[in-house]
């Protein structure tokens, strides 16, 4: 059994930043996709950051410049950092990864508990 659990979020006022933190647990053989998603209010849930399984970094539009990912294998841990936030980053964010774990074949995905991101005006 594997576990996501993110840390971090929170209320920030614009132009702040704010760090999230996702850690997986469990009987882990490697990671290979890890990315960020949010979903706001009434939206769809979209991509904000991911690791590719070549490790190859993408960005959402809205957030290039201004977030950053980043990862600890060793830890098996996917953070983002998010910089001059504005009022429309206010979401919840979720932390995904695709996983293989020992006896498994082939990787699955995981999802965390996700984290509320408010920014104010």
């Known amino acids: 059994q594997v576990q996501l659990v993110q840390s971090g979020g929170g209320l920030v006022q614009a132009g702040g930043s704010l760090r999230l933190s996702c850690a997986a647990s469990?009987?882990?053989?490697?990671?290979?996709?890890m990315a960020w998603y949010r979903q706001a209010p009434g939206k769809q849930r979209e991509l904000v950051a991911l690791f590719t399984n070549s490790d190859n970094t993408n960005y959402g539009d809205s957030v290039k410049g201004r977030f950053d990912i980043s990862r600890d294998n060793a830890k098996n841990a996917v953070y983002l950092q998010m910089n001059s936030l504005t009022p429309d980053d206010t979401a919840v964010y979720y932390c995904?990864?695709?996983?293989?774990?020992?006896?498994?074949?082939?990787?699955?995905?995981?999802w965390g508990q996700g984290t509320q991101v408010t920014v104010s005006s």
């Open positions: 469990g009987s882990i053989v490697s990671a290979s996709v």
């Open positions: 995904n990864m695709r996983i293989l774990t020992t006896g498994r074949l082939l990787f699955t995905e995981y």
